[in-house]
Nanobody, 123 residues
Framework: QVQLVESGGGLVQAGGSLRLSCAAS????????VAWFRQAPGKEREFVAA????????YYADSVKGRFTISRDNAKNTVYLQMNSLKPEDTAVYYC????????????????WGQGTQVTVSS
């Protein structure tokens, strides 16, 4: 089992930045792919970014490409999502997810989920 706990959400003005963290515990995290998804009010949860356990294999949704960066520190069992140039449409609950093996953009393929952290971007 892998437990995931997100932190770092909050209220920020448009154009600002936030860094989300996802701390993993329970198992060695190194061979797990990790991802961030988000769910805005009244909308389905959507893919944001994913990263393999190695230094290669990083994927982004078109809506965040060039503004968000996913990274991980395997020594600390932590995944980060650096969010820059935030827009009101980035407002959502952000979830961290993990799966054994390769990253995926499909939420159905992830086995472990955090509880989510709220990000609100004001205009």
């Amino acid at each position: 089992q892998v437990q995931l706990v997100e932190s770092g959400g909050g209220l920020v003005q448009a154009g600002g930045s936030l860094r989300l963290s996802c701390a993993a515990s329970g198992r060695t995290f190194n061979n797990y792919a990790v991802a961030w998804f988000r769910q805005a009010p009244g909308k389905e949860r959507e893919f944001v970014a994913a990263k393999s356990w190695s230094t290669v294999g990083t994927y982004y949704a078109d809506s965040v490409k060039g503004r968000f960066t996913i990274s991980r520190d395997n020594a600390k069992n932590t995944v980060y999502l650096q969010m820059n140039s935030l827009k009101p449409e980035d407002t959502a609950v952000y979830y961290c997810a993990a799966r054994w093996s390769l990253p995926s953009t499909s939420q159905a393929s992830y086995d472990y989920w955090g509880q989510g952290t709220q990000v609100t971007v004001s205009s």
